[in-house]
């Protein structure tokens, strides 16, 4: 059975960094692409940023560029999210999921940061708090 566990939120200031991880079982990470997503209840699922299946190719929301950083460590079977300089307007609930490889740069760049796209596994998320 396939499971993503994410582990790492927590309640930070204003200006503070969290590193959020999350853990696959069930499955080698390394033919799936995956990503970082948040949602506030009431709220539509946003993008964060994604990886490829190396990560050589990543992609980020404008919202976060040059604040996160999303790694990924295919011998640990995990995915990563440095998250510095922390706002409260990122308060939500983080979830990692992923999905089989597409196939082109293309499509990665277009169906990765889609919220509404069919990703194969989800985690249950963490919460991730910023107080101002």
């Known amino acids: 059975q396939v499971h993503l566990v994410e582990s790492g939120g927590g309640l930070v200031q204003t200006g503070g960094s969290l590193r959020l991880s999350c853990a696959a079982s069930?499955?080698?990470?390394?033919?799936?692409?995956m990503g970082w997503f948040r949602q506030a209840p009431g709220k539509e699922r946003e993008f964060v940023a994604a990886i490829d299946t190396i990560g050589e190719a990543t992609f980020y929301a404008d919202s976060v560029k040059g604040r996160f950083t999303i790694s990924r460590d295919n011998r640990k079977n995990s995915l990563s999210l440095q998250m510095n300089s922390l706002k409260p307007e990122d308060t939500d609930v983080y979830c990692c999921?992923?999905?089989?490889?597409?196939?082109?740069?293309?499509?990665?760049?277009?169906?990765?940061?889609?919220?509404?796209?069919?990703?194969?596994?989800w985690g249950q998320g963490t919460q991730v708090t910023v107080s101002s």
């Open positions: 999921a992923d999905t089989l490889d597409l196939t082109s740069d293309d499509d990665r760049r277009v169906f990765l940061p889609e919220p509404k796209y069919e990703y194969d596994y």
């Open positions: 069930g499955h080698a990470v390394g033919s799936y692409c």
